[in-house]
DNA sequence: TTTTCATTTTAGTTTAATCTAAAGTTATAG
DNA sequence: CTATAACTTTAGATTAAACTAAAATGAAAA
């Protein structure tokens, strides 16, 4: 656990891909089908920046490259990430509960008593 | 440990901080006094990120800012980050000491045996 | 009240990170 | 060999972070 390594998990983009190769290796073309809203060019730098802070390992077969997360790289971090990706579900799946329950009868506001 | 105190404790300039209030309180202005390189406000704007991801903790007393690291809030990095610090140390050592010894007489090296 | 001290805040600039689009690699298939 | 698939790299633009200088704040001293 270096400063590189802090700046690199300090990036939500570098984040979100630390998370997909988490417990899998992807090749590149997967992670950047995971996230539509960026260029494969941009995923594939982000790749670099983390491969650079050691946070992930590359192995290369065929025409692809299957990327997977360091943990032990990462230290005391690791866990903290997982806690992190936990609480984010816990809290999704609460606003799901939330939204679900607004769609059945509103409870009824009790009327002022007139004085 | 969320990703704001990740963010937060990304920037080098925010670690430095960080250790000057590690284990005890500063003042803002002592703070940018063993920071001669950088202006005040710069480091007015680091103690209120640093404050915003709940890392330092303030107390006001006369005219006077005492920050605080708030080691709780950095979870399992904080001890991380001691030992980034310590190893900083070590390795600032090291090198003092190989200075030195390059002081003394430089070991020969053998001539190549002529063939 | 006015002044001063310690600090924050703002406005504007500089510097660094991130992204896109396009060109460049490298290995496999035809 | 040429073509293609899966990536990477580069150049240039956009966006965000960090810094500076100066103005603003707030509390205490005169």
């Known amino acids: 656990m270096d400063a590189a390594a ?3 998990v ?3 983009r570098r984040r979100e891909i630390l998370r997909l190769v988490w417990d899998r290796e992807c090749a590149a073309g997967e992670i950047h089908q995971a996230m539509p809203d960026v260029s494969f060019g941009a995923v594939s730098l982000q ?4 491969s650079g802070a050691g946070l992930v390992t590359c192995r290369r077969e065929h025409r692809h490259r299957f990327y ?4 032990a790289a ?3 971090v ?3 990430l997982e806690k992190m990706w936990d609480d984010a579900l816990w809290r999704l ?4 509960e939330l939204e679900q329950s607004r769609r059945g009868p509103r409870p009824r506001r009790r009327r002022r008593k007139a004085s």
């Open 6 to 8: 802090l700046a690199a």
């Open 10 to 12: 300090a990036s939500p």
């Open 47 to 50: 790749l670099r920046a983390l």
């Open 68 to 71: 997977r997360a360091n943990r």
């Open 74 to 76: 990462l230290g005391p």
């Open 78 to 80: 690791a866990s903290a």
């Open 93 to 96: 799946k609460l606003q799901a």
